[in-house]
């Protein structure tokens, strides 16, 4: 980004301050939250209804912010918009519910925490960031962990198929694509402007894929289906709508790997949320979280 073009958002990425960290506590802890919010929507629905049914709420809630803004919207640069709209929600919201058909929502948590470690490496091979040896050793590191997690998942008890684990890693690139677009594209726009866009953009068609479904039948008949369709609804409009506003605004203020620093918190949240629900946390969670986290702070440094 030109330092002359925004010369504050410059500054504020040399130096986080207070606000920023106070901020990346918040979005880790609700972030953290949203693996057991999707477990229980698919104790109803199936993933790719889950998936529609985040994307739709997501859209109709910061629809009335895109109209209200339509004017401001600069369309010249709509790619970018619909890239971050496919990256940074479409296609994660159907690999994390795809993925936790078949492994623990604490498993997709400490998996997840390897997004900053993806946006280092595609910022390094794609937006021209710099490249140091010790961040590089800090990726490899991370997907060590994310190794052990999927290979030896299975024999160390974890239930389910721990190869849909590469679905999170999925993922956990689009997310790092996301921010490095909205970094380097989309830092001078306006965070509610860039969510409403690229949110309505992804939604809308989901809204008419969810109703070519049986979704209306299992709604109508289905025990718990409005419990679970509540659950989705906090999903989408506080682990969607809200935490992306504040995410999209933090990556401006701050930088993409900064911002990617959540995964810090998220993993250590989701594990505590598995704890609860009864899920198995074994040594090799702790491994595989260990070796990412590490990896993590190595990128960071």
């Not at 289905?222 to 682990?239: D, K, N, R, T, V």
Request: proline share 4%; charged share 10%.
């Amino acid at each position: 980004m030109n330092a002359s073009r925004t010369p504050s958002a410059t500054l504020t990425s040399q130096a986080p301050d207070w606000r920023s960290w106070a901020i990346l506590i918040v979005l880790s802890l609700i972030w953290g939250s949203s693996y057991i919010l999707i477990k229980r929507g698919l104790e109803v629905y199936s993933s790719t209804q889950v998936a529609c049914l985040r994307l739709s709420i997501s859209a109709l809630a910061f629809a009335p912010f895109l109209l209200y803004r339509l004017r401001r919207v600069d369309w010249s640069r709509w790619r970018f918009l619909l890239l971050v709209g496919l990256t940074g929600t479409a296609i994660p919201a159907f690999m994390f519910s795809i993925a936790q058909t078949e492994i623990s929502s604490s498993m997709a948590g400490v998996l997840n925490s390897l997004t900053p470690l993806f946006t280092l490496l595609l910022g390094m091979l794609l937006f021209s960031a710099p490249a140091a040896w010790a961040k590089v050793a800090g990726v490899l590191i991370g997907l060590a962990g994310a190794a052990l997690l999927i290979v030896l998942g299975r024999s160390a008890g974890i239930s389910g198929n721990p190869w849909y684990g590469l679905l999170v890693l999925v993922g956990c690139i689009c997310y790092a694509i996301s921010s490095n677009t909205v970094g380097k594209y989309l830092k001078d726009m306006s965070s509610l402007t860039i969510s409403a866009a690229s949110f309505c953009m992804v939604g809308l068609p989901a809204i008419a894929y969810l109703f070519t479904t049986d979704f209306a039948a299992t709604l109508s008949h289905a025990p718990q289906a409005w419990a679970a369709l509540g659950y989705i609804a906090l999903l989408s409009l506080f682990g969607t709508v809200l935490a992306s506003i504040i995410f999209f605004q933090l990556v401006q203020w701050t930088t993409p790997v900064f911002a990617s620093m959540i995964s810090y918190i998220v993993p250590i949240v989701a594990l505590g949320w598995g704890a609860a629900d009864g899920e198995a946390i074994t040594l090799v969670h702790l491994g595989g979280m260990a070796l990412i986290l590490s990896g993590v702070y190595l990128v960071k440094r």
